[in-house]
């Protein structure tokens, strides 16, 4: 373990904008029993984690929110939904990892991820990074993949099944193309055209640039939509899904959510915000699959622990493509 007593890590005391993240130096946690301490390679700054220090959530949801998040000031001031890097110790009863092991694994709503260590359940959803990519990449399979399979379990998708990803370009949409190809599925992005390139080379079969045409206008429907925007509300996209078919709804408001099973119970079509619990398997999957080449790291720009606030501010913008990843550590630190 570590001889050191202290770590860097980008905390935030007030809810705002870029700026009120900065660096501070904080104690490396212990591992409790049944926990791993990871010292962290790599992790990413995502639209969780701007709705998060921003307090910008959806409609409805601010009360809410605030038993997670905090009322008056951050409960959890260091940010990072996921964390990929080096385990450094591990607490007692921990015989699943051991020091040395190369591990990627989400932190969820406890966050954590934007220090140079945190300690995580070992039975939580961590597992062993990629072998055939680096940290960097790796840290990208985790926040969108794992919430669309969280989502993807709850529907059937096959081969010839028709889903449709609103909001294609982003973390969770270029993971919901790759994972319902992988499934056989037929995929329609919607996204800018601007995007059409990286979403097409990520295996959707047709683009639809939403600054040109509104996917709801015409007589095709879907089997599956997923809404990662949160401008596809079931009022909107009713009639754009199948009999029998699911609307998926990554962002949605509070009114959405409390209408969602009334209307699945009217339609028959499946309206569900609900992400499940998705863990390690559902990781390891991923592994799989990047290790084999049918799973792709999508990047859009790297910044390091030190530029955190310039990181915010380019996730503040809205049009990242895929993943922004924080640099906590150097390769060769970690060797």
Sequence with gaps: ???????????????????????????????????????????????????????DVPSGLGLLVAAGLGAFRPKHPILGM??????????????????????????????????????????????????????????????????????????????????????????????AIQLAKQLGADVTAVTSGGNAALVTSLGADR??????QDFTAGDETYDVIVDGVGNAGFGRVEGSIAPGGALLLIVGDLWSMLRSRWQTRRSGK???????????????YLVALADSGRYRPVIDRTFDLADIVEAHRYVDTGRKRGNVVLRIADADALS
């Design 82 to 175: 996921d964390a990929a890097g080096v385990v450094e110790a591990v607490g007692s009863d921990v015989t699943a990892f051991t020091a040395g092991d190369r591990v990627i694994a989400a932190t969820g709503g406890a966050f954590g991820g934007h220090a140079e260590y945190v300690c995580l359940p070992a039975d939580g959803a961590i597992t062993r990074a990629p072998a055939s990519l680096t940290l960097e990449e790796a840290v990208t399979l985790v926040f969108g993949g794992i919430t669309v399979q969280g989502f993807f379990a709850q529907v059937s998708i096959g081969p010839g099944t028709s889903v449709l990803v609103n909001g294609a370009s982003g973390a969770v949409g270029t993971a």
């Design 1 to 55: 373990m570590t001889t050191e007593t202290t770590m860097t890590a980008a905390v935030y005391r007030r809810f705002g904008g870029p700026e009120e993240v900065h660096l501070e130096q904080r104690p490396i946690p212990s591992p409790k029993p049944g926990e791993v301490l990871i010292r962290v390679h790599a992790s990413t700054v995502s639209i969780a984690d701007h709705r998060s220090r921003a307090r």
């Design 270 to 284: 499946l309206v569900t915000w609900n992400v499940g619990k998705p863990g390690a398997d559902e990781l390891a």
């Design 207 to 212: 683009v639809i640039d939403y600054t040109r």
